[in-house]
């Protein structure tokens, strides 16, 4: 079940990336729903880290969208993190936005008590013309 998901995802991250075509870069994350937690504790804690990147990050224009099978393996608790980055840069300073931060160190414990992620990647996109 899990490789149909993991085959999947990448359709699903390209389907918001085409929704999010203002940002350069894309890290996409496979992820499953601890045990007792819930897709909305899952929302709660990302719209979380949205609000602390875009606010410890110059320039801001952070996004995160949590993607979810329509298609193929929808497992319950199984989704995608697609965290939209407008540069190299912008990406950079939200890995280190946490480090040494209290509020960004436990923003970081709940999405790890929330979600098990077992990969991620990132992308540089580039619009079609």
């Not at 870069?25 to 729903?33: A, K, Y």
């Not at 045990?35 to 602390?52: L, Y």
């Not at 606010?55 to 329509?70: F, L, M, W």
């Given at each position: ?29 496979t ?16 719209s ?23 298609v ?16 190299l ?41």
């Amino acid at each position: 079940m899990k490789s149909i998901l993991v085959k999947l995802l990448p359709l699903v991250c390209m389907l918001g990336i085409a929704a999010t075509a203002n940002a350069d870069f894309r890290e996409v994350w496979t992820c499953t729903s601890k045990e007792g937690k819930t897709m909305d504790d899952v929302r709660a804690t990302n719209s979380r880290w949205v609000k602390f990147i875009n606010a410890n990050v110059d320039g801001g224009g952070i996004s995160s969208h949590i993607v979810t099978s329509v298609v193929g393996n929808a497992s319950i608790g199984s989704f995608g993190y697609v965290d939209s980055f407008p540069t190299l840069e912008s990406w950079s300073a939200a890995k280190s936005a946490t480090e040494g931060n209290e509020e960004g160190e436990a923003i970081d414990e709940a999405l790890g008590e929330a979600a098990e992620c077992s990969e991620n990647r990132l992308y540089e996109a580039e619009e079609s013309k």
